[in-house]
């Protein structure tokens, strides 16, 4: 059974950095496109980053340009989003996901279960 598992989630202070870490498991992702997407309380999802199946496409959305980094390793089956300069409006469920191909949509074939963001102003 095929699943990804978010990482590196946690409390971090308005102006600091987290990684966080995407791994599949049960098949392999890595003709995939994966992408990052997040909930905020009482908010709609919506995407951060996303990245195609050889990582030379990325896309990010406005908030996101400038102050996150997607990326991934094929072979480790990981994808990855590096977080700098947080703020508190970031605080979310942050969740990684899987297409078959990279459409800047919100309804991905595959998803995890979340790790929760927290920046302290």
């Known amino acids: 059974q095929a699943q990804l598992v978010e990482s590196g989630g946690g409390l971090v202070q308005a102006g600091g950095s987290l990684r966080l870490s995407c791994t599949a498991s049960g098949r392999t992702f890595s003709s995939y496109a994966m992408g990052w997407f997040r909930q905020a309380p009482g908010k709609e999802r919506e995407r951060v980053a996303l990245?195609?199946?050889?990582?030379?496409?990325?896309y990010y959305e406005d908030f996101a340009k400038g102050r996150f980094t997607i990326s991934r390793d094929r072979a480790q089956n990981t994808v990855y989003l590096q977080m700098n300069s947080l703020k508190p409006e970031d605080t979310a469920v942050y969740y990684c996901a899987a297409h078959p191909t990279l459409e800047v949509v919100l309804d991905f074939d595959y998803w995890g279960q979340g790790t929760q963001v927290t920046v302290s102003s």
């Open positions: 990245i195609s199946w050889n990582g030379g496409l990325t």
